[in-house]
């Protein structure tokens, strides 16, 4: 099935965004803290069920599919058209923004796979020698910061995705420059004179 740009840019859009709401679901579910229940030399937390560790890996697969349509979305020969990677990588627009694009969807994916991992660590972990333990949780916060960032690493990929669409277009309107522009003799950029 062949993708057009407005299909790739819904893709991209939906993943990101699906990945911004789980992100921040999972930051306005987290508890406070658990509860402590203490017992002969050890106390064990109680948390109450939530579902803040699934909604933060869901947030994080959804990020990465976005990341993973986002990247294949530039490159995508759309039309049966491609342009060469190199042909890209010229123009500094798009470049800045991949780059930029890449280093959010990198702190996006740190911030919402950090809470999460230590959250579960929490729930599985949750028995404590330490008698004056307080039963915490994640760091408050930081899932809602990934998802912020999941959401402008989806945007960036979008803009960087606009900036492609240029390129492609600069490069086909080289291109059909060159055609139109047979040389007669080496090196001369004029169209050849049709014999009668």
């Not at 993943?15 to 509860?35: D, Y």
Request: proline content about 5%.
């Amino acid at each position: 099935m062949a993708f057009t740009v407005k299909q790739m840019s819904l893709i991209v859009a939906t993943f990101g965004i699906l990945s911004f709401v789980f992100g921040l679901i999972a930051e306005n579910k987290k508890p406070a803290s658990g509860t402590p229940i203490t017992g002969k030399d050890t106390v064990i937390c109680k948390y109450p069920s939530d579902l803040t560790v699934p909604l933060g890996y869901l947030s994080t697969v959804f990020l990465a599919f976005s990341t993973f349509a986002g990247w294949y979305s530039l490159f995508y020969p759309y039309q049966g058209k491609s342009v060469p990677q190199a042909a890209f990588f010229q123009n500094r627009g798009f470049l800045i923004f991949v780059n930029v694009a890449v280093a959010t969807t990198g702190l996006a994916a740190t911030f919402l796979l950090w809470p999460t991992i230590q959250e579960q660590l929490h729930h599985t972990r949750n028995v404590h020698h330490n008698m004056e333990t307080d039963c915490p949780t994640a760091k408050t916060g930081i899932l809602g910061g990934g998802a912020f960032l999941s959401l402008d690493s989806c945007l960036f990929w979008l803009v960087a995705l606009m900036l492609a669409g240029n390129v492609r277009a600069d490069f086909f309107d080289e291109s059909s420059d060159e055609t139109e522009k047979t040389p007669d003799t080496y090196g001369s950029g004029e169209p050849l004179k049709e014999s009668v």
